[in-house]
């Protein structure tokens, strides 16, 4: 604000009212983002100039706003978006993921990636009825299912450490197949963003490995966006949003002045 933004912060449907949270559904996230902008925009004098700033299923609800404003928005000026911590997901992401535990002989401990899966799955049944939990989760797993529906983060993620869930003791072979068509309803629709792209990974981020953040970042570069990405060395999820401000801050001011950003997909080219 003292840099003379006008800030809106949106909270997506099924948090705090009725129904069913569908956790990372990137339509549902980028509408209830771009409509809060376009409630401000009619209820306050603030210019129609508009950055997003997301960490975490922010950061992917960000991506999602500027991959769905051009049909969905086309009113918005959106000039560019700043991503943290940024979940994407592909089938092959998902394997690879998987497949260190699939043959690991001992999981030991608590793998936090649990507690965002049963998040995906609990979002899937509340719009889905073929949905069936035991066809993902090990019984072992089934008492953290049942308050994902009904826990915020914090509680969730104690009662999956209390437990010592991980991809081992708590997820069938027909996991991925289960949860398909939540990982469909994850996918952005374009990955070739009119505006440019920050995104900003830690080195040790546990909840969005960074492997699926760099894949985010391939995909864009690929398909055409202007992408800045930065590794933060040392740092996990959430020690990331403050490192990254100088970053982040510049590219915004950048964008926000209308100078050129320039791409540096390269950089993680090898990671």
Do not use: W
């Not at 690991?104 to 965002?116: D, S």
């Not at 909840?207 to 570069?221: H, I, S």
Request: with cysteine; aromatic share 8%; proline share 7%.
């Amino acid at each position: 604000m003292k840099r003379g933004f006008a800030i809106v912060a949106t909270d997506y449907q099924g948090l705090g009212s009725s129904g069913a949270h569908p956790y990372l559904d990137t339509r549902v996230e980028a509408y209830s983002v771009l409509d809060s902008i376009r409630a401000a925009l009619s209820a306050f004098p603030v210019q129609n100039k508009i950055m997003i700033v997301g960490q975490s299923q922010g950061g992917g609800a960000a991506v999602a706003s500027a991959s769905f404003a051009p049909t969905y928005a086309p009113d918005l000026d959106i000039r560019g978006t700043v991503a943290t911590g940024v979940p994407y997901i592909t089938p092959e992401l998902v394997s690879a993921l998987l497949q260190p535990h699939a043959n690991a002989k001992t999981e030991t401990g608590y793998n936090p990636l649990m507690v965002y899966s049963l998040y995906l799955a609990a979002g899937l049944a509340g719009r889905d009825d073929s949905f069936k939990p035991q066809d993902a989760f090990t019984p072992k797993a089934m008492p953290a299912y049942r308050a994902a529906s009904e826990s915020c983060v914090t509680d969730l993620t104690a009662l999956v450490k209390k437990e010592g869930l991980n991809f081992q003791n708590s997820v069938l072979p027909g996991f991925s197949k289960a949860l398909a068509p939540a990982m469909e309803d994850m996918r952005y629709p374009t990955l070739k963003l009119a505006q440019p792209l920050f995104v900003g990974t830690g080195s040790e981020d546990k909840d969005v490995p960074p492997v699926l953040q760099f894949g985010l970042v391939k995909a864009a570069c690929a398909a055409g966006a202007v992408v800045q990405a930065h590794v933060y060395p040392g740092l996990d999820h959430s020690q990331t949003v403050n490192a990254s401000l100088p970053d982040s801050a510049a590219f915004t001011q950048a964008v926000m002045s209308g100078k050129p950003v320039q791409s540096n997909c390269g950089a993680i080219a090898g990671q």
